[in-house]
């Protein structure tokens, strides 16, 4: 069959690839450890679940607004103006099928073809693909390790050139978990001001932070610097709602409704019925299960943290926010006769039955990707598996 130019290059995402194959090496009856996963392993609130069960059963089940619901627009207006001191109009929101298909479709109405975007690396593994799939040119800046992953002003200018249309800040950080203070958000910002560069602020892992670090959106900074940035977040990694698919995009108005038009020939609407629950989640006061949640990832950080850098040729920073560790294996790999850290990773699957991320999917070859998302039982016994495996190999 011969399909289409702008899906030949197109790589399947590398963290739902090694998801399945954990998923079906379980299947065959293996003992498998999957750290793959990019979601919370707790029960969406029982609230969100009666909402959505009303919902159905007084047949709000039909099309709605293509950009959403006018209530849920309004409770979404309301989070940013109490979360984030951010005045946004309902016609500058958009509802949309997760916070991928807001970035998806972001890109789609934004870029033109052989149009920039500056993508700092370690890279959340859909930045780039959607770059592309809209016509754009992903342009990577390494963020170094030992500058804890995050991009410099002096490095993000340095790769501005004349296509450049806009920038990607994903703080908190999947892979890295790393967050941004204000006053390098602030220095960022302003290299975008100057070179009128739009910034599209990914912040979806915004209540999942560990210390005390409060998290900046770079919107809030300055009016200015408001006007150039869209801002992308959903309930999925905030409420365990992974799969009811609601996230929305906030920015100029201009924008958001090109991404209305697009959504209104592509999806349609999102799920009626998950829009009613994303409600009751921003709508229902005193709720904390979120509380809980973090309390359990703080926990689990701390602890795989330590296991991480106990093993040799391993060091792992320590991250402030989502929930992954993003630690660099090169020296354990190479340890164990391996050329590289994909196959070290294959290996570690292969033999002990271990589902890790290669960091190669995020763009940073010497890594890999553990999501902490699971139980701490689990993590234990993951973190001694993968020590066993190190000593055994050397
Ligand atoms: N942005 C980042 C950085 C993510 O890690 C994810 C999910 O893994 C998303 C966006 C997409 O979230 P959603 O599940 O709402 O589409």
């Given at each position: ?33 999957g750290l793959g996963a990019g979601e919370p392993d707790f029960n969406t609130p029982q609230y969100i679940l009666d909402a ?213 020939h592509s999806t349609s609407n999102p799920t009626s019925i998950a829009q009613y629950a994303a409600l009751a ?114």
């Open positions: 069959m011969n399909l289409a130019k702008r899906v030949k290059t197109l790589s399947p995402s590398s963290t739902l690839a090694i998801t399945a194959k954990a998923k079906e090496l379980k299947q065959q009856g293996h003992d498998v450890i959505a069960m009303e919902a159905m059963n007084d047949g709000r089940t039909k099309y709605t607004p293509s950009g959403g619901i006018a209530e849920l627009k309004d409770a979404i207006v309301n989070k940013f103006q109490t979360d984030n001191q951010l005045s946004y109009r309902p016609d500058q929101i958009i509802v949309t099928t997760g916070a991928k298909h807001a970035l998806y479709t972001l890109f789609q109405v934004l870029l033109d073809e052989t149009d920039e975007v500056i993508v700092p690396t370690p890279y959340w593994v859909s930045y780039p693909e959607q770059v592309k799939l809209a016509g754009g040119n992903p342009v990577f800046v390494t963020a170094k390790e030992d500058n804890h992953f995050k991009m410099t002003p002096q490095e993000l200018e340095a790769a501005i050139t004349e296509k450049t249309k806009a920038v990607i800040i994903n703080s908190p950080s999947n892979p890295t978990g790393m967050m941004y203070t204000k006053a390098e958000l602030k220095a960022l910002g302003e290299v975008c001001l100057k070179h009128n560069i739009l910034i599209v602020s990914d912040e979806i892992y915004e209540k999942l932070i560990y210390t005390d670090d409060e998290h900046v959106s770079v919107a809030q900074l300055s009016q200015e610097l408001n006007e150039h940035t869209i801002v992308i977040n959903g309930v999925s990694k905030s409420h365990s709602m992974t799969g009811w698919r609601i996230g929305y995009a906030a920015g100029p108005q201009e924008i958001i409704k090109a991404m209305t038009n697009l959504a209104s989640a921003y709508e229902q006061a005193g709720d904390t299960t979120l509380e809980e949640m973090k309390k359990v990832f703080a926990e689990r950080l701390e602890m795989l943290h330590a296991l991480l850098n106990d093993i040799p040729g391993v060091s792992c920073i320590k991250p402030k926010g989502a929930f992954y560790l993003f630690p660099n294996v090169k020296e354990a790999a190479s340890n164990c006769g391996y050329a590289n850290v994909d196959d070290w990773v294959a290996a570690l699957l292969e033999e002990e039955k271990v589902a890790v991320v290669p960091g190669s999917g995020f763009g940073s070859e010497d890594n890999i990707r553990l999501s902490y998302a699971t139980s701490t039982e689990a993590l234990k016994e993951a973190a001694e598996r993968i020590k066993q495996f190190v000593i055994k190999h050397q």
